[in-house]
């Protein structure tokens, strides 16, 4: 059978209901049981009021790496744990207390040696002994410039330094020489300023905890010693320069009225900045100041820069020294 109506080309129902679609347009859609073709619209569907959310769980917080989680605790609870670290604090402070007081007790009852509990004295002679180990002549203190200097340097201490003292008859004595026809020698201040003169502005430090720049003049322990040198160990020939272990252990040093007294081992004697001063700020020692010779140490505390000397003995015994006899500390270095 023939018929005069056009042959259709296959539509792809896929592709003309995608872009029909796109148009808003229309789609034909073939149904599956009669096929019918019926026509489908792009239209939304009518609009439904949506119902209220319901209230949402609390979000729990997020744990962080490492820290955990810890449940809330309640009042009563929190207040025992306080109560529980305050019982636990007050015993440890107890104990503490307890064992800090036990300790100056045994401390301040032991028996004295030179002034003070036994246990002081040998910190202070151990605090000695390592000082001394890394004692070196070659180490100098800070020289600083004249201006510096205080121009009304402070005076500390005037024992020794009593009123019936008459300059013009001052004289030194020196003890413990090695020359074996002369072991003990008087001196006058002139022989001392026929020394090399050295100056040097350095700090005078205090044990009370003060300290000022002073500038100094005199001659050098080192180069008195070259000229008057102490008797040797071995018995042989001093050479203050190159063989000062050979030489006496101890220099002891005291006012011409005995009231104070100082002791050094030799090594700080002998250091380059160790002076026999009789000058300060460019003028000759005032009474308050140790004239018309004192020592200036300034690798020392100001215990041992001692007024007034009227006496130096070079001896292998540790000399007395005044403050040490009353529990300070005997070396006195800084």
């Given at each position: 059978?023939?018929?005069?109506?056009?042959?259709?080309?296959?539509?792809?129902?896929?592709?003309?209901?995608?872009?029909?679609?796109?148009?808003?347009?229309?789609?034909?859609?073939?149904?599956?049981?009669?096929?019918?073709?019926?026509?489908?619209?792009?239209?939304?569907?009518?609009?439904?009021?949506?119902?209220?959310?319901?209230?949402?769980?609390?979000?729990?917080?997020?744990?962080?790496?490492?820290?955990?989680?810890?449940?809330?605790?309640?009042?009563?609870?929190?207040?025992?744990?306080?109560?529980?670290?305050?019982?636990?604090?007050?015993?440890?402070?107890?104990?503490?207390?307890?064992?800090?007081?036990?300790?100056?007790?045994?401390?301040?009852?032991?028996?004295?040696?030179?002034?003070?509990?036994?246990?002081?004295?040998?910190?202070?002679?151990?605090?000695?002994?390592?000082?001394?180990?890394?004692?070196?002549?070659?180490?100098?203190?800070?020289?600083?410039?004249?201006?510096?200097?205080?121009?009304?340097?402070?005076?500390?201490?005037?024992?020794?330094?009593?009123?019936?003292?008459?300059?013009?008859?001052?004289?030194?004595?020196?003890?413990?020489?090695?020359?074996?026809?002369?072991?003990?020698?008087?001196?006058?201040?002139?022989?001392?300023?026929?020394?090399?003169?050295?100056?040097?502005?350095?700090?005078?430090?205090?044990?009370?905890?003060?300290?000022?720049?002073?500038?100094?003049?005199?001659?050098?322990?080192?180069?008195?010693?070259?000229?008057?040198?102490?008797?040797?160990?071995?018995?042989?020939?001093?050479?203050?320069?190159?063989?000062?272990?050979?030489?006496?252990?101890?220099?002891?040093?005291?006012?011409?009225?005995?009231?104070?007294?100082?002791?050094?081992?030799?090594?700080?004697?002998?250091?380059?900045?160790?002076?026999?001063?009789?000058?300060?700020?460019?003028?000759?020692?005032t009474p308050e100041h140790g004239a018309p010779l004192r020592l200036a140490i300034p690798v020392k505390y100001g215990v041992k820069n001692i007024k007034r000397i009227g006496k130096i003995s070079f001896t292998n015994q540790r000399p007395a020294d005044y403050w040490a006899e009353q529990?300070?500390?005997?070396?006195?270095?800084?």
């Amino acid at each position: 059978m023939t018929t005069n109506e056009p042959i259709k080309e296959p539509v792809d129902a896929t592709e003309a209901g995608r872009a029909a679609k796109s148009r808003g347009a229309a789609m034909p859609v073939q149904d599956a049981e009669d096929g019918a073709v019926h026509t489908a619209t792009n239209a939304a569907p009518p609009h439904t009021p949506e119902a209220a959310p319901a209230p949402s769980a609390p979000v729990p917080i997020a744990a962080t790496p490492g820290i955990p989680v810890m449940a809330k605790a309640g009042d009563d609870e929190i207040e025992g744990q306080m109560h529980q670290m305050s019982r636990r604090s007050f015993l440890w402070a107890a104990v503490a207390i307890g064992a800090g007081f036990t300790t100056r007790q045994w401390l301040i009852t032991r028996r004295p040696d030179n002034g003070i509990p036994w246990p002081f004295r040998r910190v202070l002679e151990t605090n000695e002994q390592l000082a001394r180990d890394y004692f070196k002549t070659a180490r100098l203190v800070p020289n600083f410039a004249v201006a510096k200097a205080d121009p009304d340097p402070r005076t500390n201490g005037d024992i020794g330094l009593g009123e019936d003292f008459d300059p013009d008859t001052w004289k030194l004595t020196v003890e413990g020489l090695a020359d074996k026809n002369a072991p003990t020698r008087t001196l006058t201040l002139k022989d001392i300023k026929a020394l090399p003169k050295v100056e040097m502005v350095t700090e005078l430090k205090c044990i009370e905890g003060w300290s000022i720049i002073v500038h100094w003049a005199g001659a050098r322990f080192a180069d008195f010693m070259e000229k008057y040198p102490p008797a040797t160990q071995s018995g042989e020939t001093p050479d203050v320069k190159h063989k000062p272990n050979d030489l006496a252990n101890y220099v002891s040093l005291q006012t011409p009225d005995k009231a104070y007294y100082v002791g050094l081992e030799m090594e700080s004697a002998l250091h380059p900045q160790t002076l026999l001063c009789y000058e300060i700020n460019g003028e000759p020692l005032t009474p308050e100041h140790g004239a018309p010779l004192r020592l200036a140490i300034p690798v020392k505390y100001g215990v041992k820069n001692i007024k007034r000397i009227g006496k130096i003995s070079f001896t292998n015994q540790r000399p007395a020294d005044y403050w040490a006899e009353q529990g300070y500390d005997w070396y006195a270095g800084h």
